[in-house]
């Protein structure tokens, strides 16, 4: 997964994320070249959640559903990548 700025300016390619006991451990390279691992502790999750408004979160299933459906057609070849 790759997070840009408005500019499109890549900013962090994760690479993995996975779980450490409680913790989320999220691996990848913060500006394209400084390789980094970032803990995410359970009341971080919640937090990041809290930052999101309502109407946010009962979109992110059709957001979720987006990313998908242009995530298999790109994988397809049928839509050029921007």
């Given at each position: 997964m790759?997070?840009?700025?408005r500019e499109g300016v890549e900013?962090?390619?994760v690479?993995?994320?996975q779980r450490d006991g409680d913790n989320l451990v999220m691996k990848g390279k913060v500006?394209?070249?400084m390789s980094t691992v970032i803990l995410i502790?359970?009341?971080d999750c919640?937090?990041?959640i809290k930052l999101l408004s309502w109407r946010t979160l009962l979109r992110m299933p059709l957001i979720l559903?987006?990313?998908y459906w242009q995530a298999k057609?790109?994988?397809?070849?049928?839509i050029a990548k921007a």
């Open positions: 790759k997070m840009f700025s900013m962090m390619e690479k993995s994320i500006m394209g070249s502790k359970p009341e919640w937090q990041a559903f987006k990313g057609r790109l994988a397809e070849g049928k």
